[in-house]
């Protein structure tokens, strides 16, 4: 089983839709968590991050962490044409010396006009 | 700040030659780090750069070289090329002195392929 598990879809809603994405890991130890966002032919740019249970919030955006669950989710609130890119989720463990991040595949997003 | 830089942006290869890969960063610091993207595999890491002068490996280091030339620049070789190193290859730093080293920052890619 992959470390980090994740849905690759691809995904796609209307615009102006509230958009989950998911991901789902197996190892206790990761208590950092990330979201990249990738648009096509780009480099994957940081969208999100926190260091423990709960949501932070950031305009649309709302990161999710369950650690019970080993859980995480972004949300997308008000979704828009100009959020239609690949998301992908990473995590690794606290204060890791060296910067290892361990990342889920990528689900594609697209948001229809 | 232009952040991390990459050059070239796109190359075309014939099989058992030699290129290098190039990457920069003028955020300060102290960790680099090379991936792959390949469709339905996500990004692999190849090689990283803890501190300037060290390197180790990843999880797919076969057929890959670097180098840590100094603080700013971490370069990427493939001695013989392949048909499996048909890939994007993207460059990564994260961390400053002292702080944390998990949030990484990617370049734009090299679109390589190789014939």
């Known amino acids: 089983q992959k470390e980090v598990e994740q849905d690759p879809g691809p995904l796609s809603v209307p615009e102006g839709a509230i958009v989950s994405l998911n991901c789902t890991y197996s190892n206790s130890a990761f208590q950092y968590f990330m979201w990249y966002r990738q648009y096509s032919r780009k480099g994957p740019e940081l969208l999100m991050y926190t260091y423990s249970s709960g949501n932070k919030e950031d305009g649309r955006f709302t990161a999710q962490v369950d650690k019970s669950s080993k859980y995480i989710s972004l949300f997308i609130r008000d979704s828009q044409p100009s959020d239609s890119a690949t998301y992908l989720c990473a995590t690794s463990v606290y204060g890791g010396s060296q910067g290892n991040l361990i990342f889920g595949k990528g689900t594609k997003l697209s948001v229809k006009p | 700040n232009a952040g991390v830089t990459q050059t070239p942006k796109f190359q075309v290869l014939k099989t058992g030659q030699s290129m290098t890969l190039q990457c920069a960063q003028d955020?300060?610091?102290?960790?680099m780090y090379w991936y792959r993207q390949d469709p339905g595999m996500g990004l692999r890491l190849i090689y990283y750069?803890?501190?300037?002068?060290?390197?180790d490996k990843g999880e797919v280091p076969n057929g890959y070289n670097v180098s840590r030339l100094n603080k700013r620049e971490f370069s990427l070789r493939l001695e013989s090329a392949a048909p499996s190193q048909t890939s994007v290859y993207f460059c990564?730093?994260?961390?400053?002195?002292?702080?944390?080293?998990?949030?990484?920052?990617f370049g734009p890619g090299t679109r390589l392929t190789v014939l």
């Open positions: 750069s803890a501190s300037e002068g060290t390197t």
């Open positions: 990564a730093s994260s961390g400053l002195a002292g702080g944390r080293t998990d949030t990484q920052y």
């Open positions: 955020m300060n610091h102290n960790s």
